[in-house]
């Protein structure tokens, strides 16, 4: 569908939340890329556009070390071994996968791709939990990550830069991987690996691919962001298009009264039914958080302002939290952008609070206001 009804819910009152804290993560114009926590949330990672790494708590902001090694940009990063917590994974362009030990932050292991390849993305899984998939250029390339050897090289079907691999949750041996060639493809990864035995699906979404994430309670639905800020939805056991959102960014701008949507930096999966948020942001650091449903993109649920002062480029929820420490009750979460600032959120009315969030009378426009064209898509 092409996206331009609206949805036919009752208009949700946008929840408060205050800036607990902004943490300068360096000296000078260094960006924030990637934030991500370790399973049991005594520290969360922060990829930086230094070439590095730094851990805080999630809870107090408090500074716990730093891994420095890689030579070029950090694409991405994750704690993705459950049988080793302690272990950070990081990918750049530098065309290496290294593993630190966040105990001493020092680095125990390194997968070199080669000096001409570089690592856009990188997921562990498999039927036996001994993959490391990684995309790169053109390229999805597999590792037994118990003893770094290489087992797999698939470069037939994409053309292009492929930015994100994800194995499937509850589907292990399944391998999603999607490129700036404006595929999407579905791989078996049981057995040798190759083209042209183990493709088992692909999506041509139309255009580049920036982020995608699987998400209902089979996480049978998938969602596809792409570099053109479009957003659409599909089966992908089926390989069907649920819903295409090419004009997303008007139809977000549409609900609020704040500046234009100006790019989505993530979907966030609640872990509920189907119910998605796309979570968009201004060029001046405001966030909203607006549910998605195939009818449409509805007025946001949650509105950050006044953290950023730039461009948002990673959103680490916590209200999922299950667990830890008593004192993150009422923490939102962590944004970190190009401002080089990270950025804790509170949930909850405590006094005291920088006022930071912004009233729910300021979410929907009046029909009279709404713009029916937005500046095309960088």
């Not at 929840?15 to 990637?34: A, H, M, P, R, W």
């Not at 030990?101 to 390849?117: A, H, K, L, W």
């Not at 607006?290 to 950023?308: D, Q, T």
Request: one cysteine or more; a negative charge; glycine letters at 10%.
């Amino acid at each position: 569908m092409e996206g331009t009804t609206e949805m036919e819910i009752e208009e949700p009152k946008s929840k408060k939340f205050g800036l607990k804290n902004s943490i300068q993560t360096n000296f000078g114009n260094d960006y924030v890329f990637q934030i991500v926590p370790k399973d049991d949330w005594s520290s969360v990672a922060v990829s930086l556009s230094t070439k590095a790494v730094k851990l805080y708590s999630p809870v107090t902001g408090q500074f716990q070390g730093e891994c420095k090694g890689h030579s070029d940009t950090i694409n991405q990063i994750a704690f993705s071994v459950s049988s080793s917590p302690h272990l950070l994974h990081s990918c750049s362009s530098d065309g290496t996968i290294r593993a630190w030990d966040t105990r001493n932050f020092q680095q125990v292991s390194c997968i070199d791709s080669g000096s001409s390849q570089e690592i856009f993305s990188f997921s562990f899984g498999g039927s036996n939990d001994n993959l490391l998939a990684a995309g790169a250029k053109s390229q999805v390339l597999f590792w037994d990550w118990r003893n770094g050897k290489q087992v797999a090289c698939l470069e037939e079907s994409h053309i292009e830069d492929v930015t994100q691999v994800h194995f499937v949750p509850d589907n292990r041996n399944k391998l999603l991987s999607a490129s700036v060639d404006g595929l999407m493809c579905i791989f078996n990864t049981d057995g040798d690996i190759n083209d042209d035995d183990d493709l088992e699906s692909v999506i041509n979404v139309g255009t580049s691919i920036g982020k995608v994430g699987f998400f209902g309670e089979t996480y049978q639905k998938l969602w596809c962001l792409t570099h053109i800020e479009s957003l659409s939805i599909w089966d992908w056991k089926d390989s069907r298009n649920e819903a295409n959102f090419l004009e997303a960014r008007s139809l977000a701008s549409d609900s609020w009264t704040l500046d234009h949507v100006d790019y989505f930096v993530d979907c966030h999966y609640p872990g509920e039914g189907d119910s998605l948020w796309l979570i968009g942001g201004t060029n001046a650091g405001a966030l909203g958080y607006f549910p998605v449903n195939h009818k449409g993109i509805g007025s946001p649920e949650a509105i950050l302002g006044g953290g950023h002062t730039g461009v948002v480029r990673s959103v680490l929820p916590m209200s999922s939290m299950k667990g830890g420490p008593a004192q993150s009750r009422g923490i939102f979460g962590w944004t970190g952008g190009e401002d080089g600032r990270l950025c804790c959120w509170l949930s909850d009315d405590s006094t005291g609070i920088n006022r930071s969030w912004i009233s729910s009378a300021l979410v929907k426009k009046s029909p009279k206001a709404r713009k029916k064209k937005r500046r095309t898509p960088y």
